[in-house]
């Protein structure tokens, strides 16, 4: 069997069956919007959306920072709103796309006492899993709760990432648990994994070199179209002003790591 890397090189020519494992509602598209775009004509292409919802308020003063960051006040609008996006950017390009359903790392709630679930009515950040942005989700520190949530979705999901061709995964950039969840879900399908560079938190953070290192993994860029991807993006309105306040979306290559 040719490798992942090998097979990805010829995708675009050949056609394949891909599933792209997005964290969020619009991170498929950030990161792999143009190569996506150039492999739907020939290819089959299906997107699992992982994070897609949110637990009942009240929410940790991270989360309702979120909210005002997307210029919305409730999180059940925001999410659908999100959801709607997703679907009608996917939809506008021939691509296939599915939402878990499984809460954002921002919205996560942990099961606890009756005494600590009556506390977090006042306190949301003792209920919470990721009780901060900064120190929690971003230090990419997976909670203890969170830690059978792969093999539970890796048996979910089986049937489909099993029959594909390409299983393409976030390599990470920046640490948010979610993305690390993610990678780590693709890790299960060695033989056909593709990384991708998670857009556009690579153009602050660095890559995870020592992950590149261990799994030998060898960079591949796609330019193709990258420069009209922007339209693509600002289909996700709620979240391009917050992600891009200067209005510019950087036309950068897509990055992609396989063996």
Avoid: N
């Amino acid at each position: 069997m040719t490798s992942p890397l090998d097979r990805l090189g010829t995708a675009a020519s050949s056609g394949a069956r891909c599933v792209f494992l997005s964290p969020h509602l619009d991170d498929a598209v950030l990161s792999c919007g143009a190569l996506m775009r150039s492999l739907a004509p020939r290819s089959e292409i299906h997107v699992v959306t992982v994070f897609t919802e949110i637990s009942e308020g009240p929410h940790t003063r991270a989360a309702r920072s979120f909210l005002r960051q997307c210029a919305h006040a409730d999180a059940d609008a925001l999410f659908a709103a999100r959801r709607d996006e997703d679907r009608a950017v996917l939809d506008g390009m021939g691509v296939t796309h599915e939402h878990v359903g499984l809460a954002d790392a921002l919205f996560r709630r942990r099961t606890v006492p009756g005494v600590v679930a009556r506390l977090g009515r006042v306190l949301p950040e003792v209920d919470h899993r990721y009780p901060t942005f900064r120190y929690d989700i971003a230090r990419g520190r997976v909670s203890r709760g969170d830690r059978s949530l792969v093999g539970d979705l890796a048996a979910r999901l089986a049937p489909r990432l099993e029959g594909a061709d390409l299983v393409f995964a976030p390599l990470g950039v920046g640490r948010h648990v979610d993305h690390l969840l993610t990678r780590t879900l693709g890790g299960v399908h060695p033989d056909r994994v593709v990384y991708y560079s998670d857009f556009p938190y690579d153009q602050v953070h660095p890559r995870d070199e020592a992950f590149v290192r261990t799994q030998g993994l060898q960079a591949w860029r796609h330019d193709e179209g990258i420069v009209e991807k922007a339209a693509l993006i600002r289909g996700y309105g709620t979240q391009a002003d917050a992600l891009f306040p200067s209005g510019v979306i950087p036309a950068a290559p897509e990055t992609y790591f396989a063996s």
